[in-house]
């Protein structure tokens, strides 16, 4: 049975809206990478050097990263030579086959580290203008619609407006919003937020920090002093440091990512706004090079859009219009008649 095939019936067990979702959000680069693809294929009949050249360049210009694609590439090249893979259209199923082991490493569990019988502890890092206070919004709806108590802390107390923002988030979903003044110490807010949701029994607190101060290592400063409060009340917590990162922002998102992964133990990616690019490719630059695990996507504006990762529907999201024209050849090949119908 083909990679393709055992893609698609893996993700025929799972929940059709959470496919369609995967589907409808990565329209921007499946329809960039398969309009290249395919090009690629009707231009090399036979696999050659070239053709992994220009692989190579559809793949970078797809935001996969220069050190991922060339592992990636060099991978393919051996495995087309150990399965004795000659024609261009043949070596498709092994690209997503490569893609998706490298998305999902060692078949490591994605999903959020949830505490059995004590409050949760979800901090959010990640700079201004990331979707980070409208993320931490998504999953307070997702975790209130599961039958969950939570409780948000406005952290981040230096950006104009952004207690309010959070505030609004609050109203909209049914969250309490522990906040100070605007200018406040963002350390003696996790401090109250806490003690407010021990009061409340809360199952889940999740936590907003500033993005921006006056300078990277006053940031990276105050994110510390925050965790340590956090810990110091809570021993194990924070038990989740996600990173939000906008996808549409490319290899700038990878350079955040190294930046706050060097000051602060990040434990997961949310990756907003894939469905605004056309270089979803990111995601495996993200997970690859920096052996951080990509938790949550985010694939539309709608409020249950923000989807937990998952490395199949990624890839059969990506390699959807190529699954379904092989499939297509494929039938035909068993079946002479079908054939004959397209001409």
Known sequence: MSF????????????????????DGLTKTRTSFSASMNELFAQYRTIDEEFF??????????DVGFTTVMELVDELKEEARLRNV???????????????EKLDKSGEDNSLNMQ?????????????????????????????????????????????????????????????????QAG???????????????????????CDTAGRLQNK??????????????????????????????????????????????ATDVSGIVLTKLDGTAKGGIVLAIRNELDIPVKLVGLGESLDDLQEFEAEQFVYGLFKEIVEQSEEEQKEMEDPEEAEKRF
Request: glycine share 6%.
């Open 116 to 180: 059995e019988d004590a409050m949760t502890v979800i901090l959010f890092v990640g700079v201004n203008g990331v979707g980070k206070t409208t993320t931490i919004g998504k999953v307070a709806n997702k975790f209130i619609l599961e039958g969950k108590k939570v409780v948000m802390a406005a952290g981040d107390t230096f950006r104009a407006g952004a207690i309010e923002q959070l505030e609004v988030w609050g109203d909209r979903v049914g969250a309490d919003v522990v906040k100070q």
């Open 86 to 100: 000659k024609n261009s259209k043949d070596i498709a199923p092994v690209i997503s086959e490569k893609l998706a």
């Open 184 to 206: 406040s110490d963002p350390a003696a807010v996790m401090f109250d937020a806490i003690q407010s949701a021990r009061r409340k029994q809360a199952d889940i607190l999740l």
């Open 217 to 262: 290592v006053n940031l990276m400063q105050e994110l510390e002093k925050v965790k340590r409060v956090i810990s110091r009340e809570i021993p194990g917590a924070p038990h989740e440091v996600l990173l939000v990162l906008d996808a549409t922002t490319g290899q700038n998102a990878m350079n955040q990512a190294k930046t706050f992964g060097d």
């Open 53 to 62: 050249e220009e692989l190579e360049e559809i793949l970078i210009s797809a």
């Open 4 to 23: 393709f095939k055992k893609l698609k019936d893996r993700i025929s067990t799972q929940t059709d809206s959470v496919t369609e979702k995967f589907k």
